[in-house]
C-alpha cells in the first residue's frame, strides 16, 4: 500500500489486550517516535496491561477503556476522548471491542486490517484498510502500519522501562535468594487447552533444582485457577520452590527480568521475557509458535507440539484452514509434551544463552 499523504503527528494507537499482544505493540510505538520524535502517541488499552506503558518512553498518553465495564466504561472512554482530536487513528484490534475507541476518537484518517483479517464488522471503522496477506505472526500485523505510513525502519525495540524503585526491588528479592541460576515457571495461561499438565511442571521443577541446580520461581498473576495450580506444583514437587506469585504486574516484570531462564507456555509473561531478552523456553501445543511464539528469539528453545508429533515428526492431523489473524487452535496437543522434553531445552539453553553446565 502506498504512503498515506496525510498528518500524523497526533495518532490514537487502539490495542486493548492481552499483555503478549501490548509486548508486541512496543516496537510500532517506538518505531513511530523514531520516524518522528515530536510525534504525539495516545495509546487505548485495558487497565491491567495499561501498567506496562506507565511510564513508556514513546507513549504521551494512557487512555482507559476495559468494555467489560458496560455502559460506564464506554461513558468513561468518552469523557477521556472528549477533548482530544488526532490526525490518524490505528486500530490494531480485530474483534468488537477495538471498534467503539476506533469510532469515538475524532481523527480524519482510520486505518485497521480488512475484511480478510477484521471480525465483527470492525473493518468498516476504517477508511484505509491493510491489505490482504496470509497467516503471519502477530507482532508482523502490527509493524504493517509503518507501511502504511512509508516508515522502513523495523528496528525491534521493546524499551519496557524499569524505574529505579522497581530496580531495588528487584536487588533486594533476587539478592535474598542467594542463588546462582534463577528459573521462573508460569504455570498457567487464560485458556485451559494451552496449560501443561501441573504434574510435569512439578517434576519439571525437581529436576530444575535436583539436576540443574536452579532456584525455582513460580511466577503468575492473583487468579484463582493461578494460584490453585501453581500451589500444586509446589506441593507435588521435591524443589524448593519461591513463591513469586502476585498483583503487581510491575513487579512480575521485574522478576522475569532477574531470571536467568523463564519456561512458559504461550502467555503474556512469555513475551515480556523475550522483550527483555531473558532466555525464554516456550511450550507450545494448542496454538502455532510460528504466530505467537517468542518473535525472532529463542526459537532453539520452543518446544513445538502444534506443528509436530514428536521431535522432528511433522503434524499429521486434519489440516484445517487458517485464518489470516488467528491461530487455529489443536486441542489435546500440549499433553504430547514429555518433561524430557523441556529438560533437553533447559540443556540447550544453558549452553547457548547462559554459558553453565549440568550441576555434577
Not at 518522528?36 to 496491561?49: A, C, D, F, N, Q
Not at 467503539?100 to 476518537?105: C, H, Y
Not at 484498510?129 to 504493517?144: F, I, N, S, V
Not at 511466577?219 to 490453585?228: N, S, T, V
Request: aromatic letters at 8%; one cysteine or more.
Amino acid at each position: 500500500m502506498s504512503e498515506l499523504e496525510i498528518q500524523s503527528r497526533r495518532i490514537c494507537l487502539v490495542l486493548q489486550s492481552g499483555i503478549g499482544d501490548i509486548v508486541h505493540g512496543l516496537p510500532l510505538v517506538n518505531a513511530l517516535k523514531r520516524d518522528e520524535p515530536g510525534r504525539h502517541i495516545t495509546w487505548v488499552v485495558e487497565r491491567v496491561p495499561s501498567l506496562l506503558l506507565q511510564p513508556h518512553p514513546a507513549v504521551d498518553e494512557v487512555v482507559l477503556f476495559d468494555r467489560t465495564g458496560g455502559l460506564r466504561e464506554i461513558r468513561s472512554l468518552k469523557e477521556q476522548l472528549a477533548p482530544l482530536s488526532f490526525d490518524l487513528v490505528i486500530n490494531c484490534g480485530i474483534y468488537f471491542k477495538s471498534a467503539i475507541p476506533t469510532l469515538m476518537a475524532r481523527a480524519p484518517h482510520k486505518a485497521g486490517y480488512g475484511k480478510d483479517r477484521a471480525n465483527d464488522l470492525v473493518w468498516l471503522t476504517a477508511n484505509h484498510r491493510l491489505p490482504a496477506r496470509g497467516p503471519r505472526h502477530r507482532q508482523d500485523m502490527y509493524l504493517e502500519f509503518l507501511d502504511l505510513l512509508g516508515i522502513d525502519d523495523y528496528r525491534l525495540e521493546w524499551r519496557i522501562p524499569i524505574t529505579d524503585e522497581e530496580r531495588e526491588a528487584k536487588s533486594a528479592f533476587f539478592g535474598e535468594l542467594d542463588a546462582e541460576r534463577v528459573v521462573g515457571l508460569v504455570t498457567t495461561t487464560a485458556m485451559d487447552g494451552k496449560d501443561w499438565p501441573v504434574e510435569r511442571f512439578a517434576e519439571l521443577a525437581t529436576s530444575l533444582e535436583r539436576d540443574f541446580g536452579f532456584r525455582v520461581l513460580l511466577l503468575g498473576g492473583p487468579g484463582e485457577r493461578e494460584g490453585q495450580r501453581a500451589r500444586e506444583v509446589a506441593e507435588r514437587s521435591r524443589a524448593r520452590t519461591v513463591w513469586a506469585l502476585g498483583p503487581e504486574l510491575r513487579r512480575l516484570v521485574y522478576l522475569i527480568g532477574g531470571c536467568d531462564l523463564v519456561i512458559a507456555p504461550d502467555t503474556g509473561p512469555l513475551h515480556v521475557a523475550r522483550a527483555l531478552e531473558t532466555p525464554v523456553i516456550g511450550l507450545y501445543g494448542l496454538s502455532d509458535p510460528q504466530r505467537a511464539g517468542p518473535y525472532k528469539a529463542y526459537e532453539d528453545l520452543t518446544v513445538d507440539r502444534y506443528n509436530f508429533d514428536a521431535p522432528g515428526k511433522p503434524y499429521r492431523g486434519s489440516v484445517e484452514r487458517q485464518h489470516p489473524a488467528r491461530a487455529g487452535c489443536r486441542l489435546g496437543r500440549m499433553e504430547l509434551i514429555a518433561v524430557s522434553d523441556v529438560l533437553g531445552k533447559v540443556e540447550l539453553a544453558l549452553d547457548r544463552y547462559l554459558g553453565q553446565g549440568r550441576v555434577q
